[in-house]
């Protein structure tokens, strides 16, 4: 079986963020960007049937979008898919920006890349709340790291 989770194609999230941004920017208007955005969902690993189901799917999109996580070696990997073809795109843009990453990368990214690319501007309302939902639900399933412990200053 080929491995369902996504392999980060940059070397950290905010050069993914820039990458994407820079894909973007190609195009003339947002209907050739929806078109990109549709290729990147097409490209996603096969995401498995038995994982299709309500323990994986995302609440609060319009579309049924169903992610899984797994940690490696101290990164955490997603899988996605959406029965949406719009959809699974933003998914692949997500998971090309948060999987591959440790925890602490993932806390300290901010899903507020998705407006300043003019996604959620250009989306309907419906998949605007759907990408922010999809969001919560990466950096929901991640524990951040402890902080480190406070020295003792009491002098006792």
């Known amino acids: ?3 369902p989770f996504v392999q980060p ?16 920017a190609i195009f003339d208007d947002w209907m050739e960007r929806y078109h990109y955005i ?11 049937d038995a994982w299709a189901d309500d323990v994986h799917r995302v609440p609060g999109c319009q579309s049924r979008v169903w992610m899984e996580l797994v940690e490696r070696d101290g990164k955490c990997y ?28 993932i806390a300290a990214t901010d899903p507020v890349f998705l407006k300043d690319l003019g996604l959620i501007e250009a989306l309907s309302t419906n998949r605007g709340n759907g990408i922010a939902a999809m969001a ?13 412990p406070q020295a003792d200053t009491s002098g006792a």
């Open 9 to 24: 194609e940059e070397p950290s999230a905010a050069a993914a963020i820039a990458a994407i941004g820079e894909e973007l």
């Open 38 to 48: 549709i290729e990147l969902g097409r490209k996603l690993p096969p995401y498995p």
């Open 1 to 3: 079986m080929t491995d």
């Open 136 to 148: 919560r639900r990466i950096r929901g399933a991640i524990t951040p790291p402890a902080p480190p």
């Open 78 to 105: 997603f899988a996605g898919a959406s029965d949406a073809a719009i959809v699974s795109g933003l998914v692949a843009m997500l998971l090309r920006v948060y999987s591959g990453r440790d925890a602490a990368e």
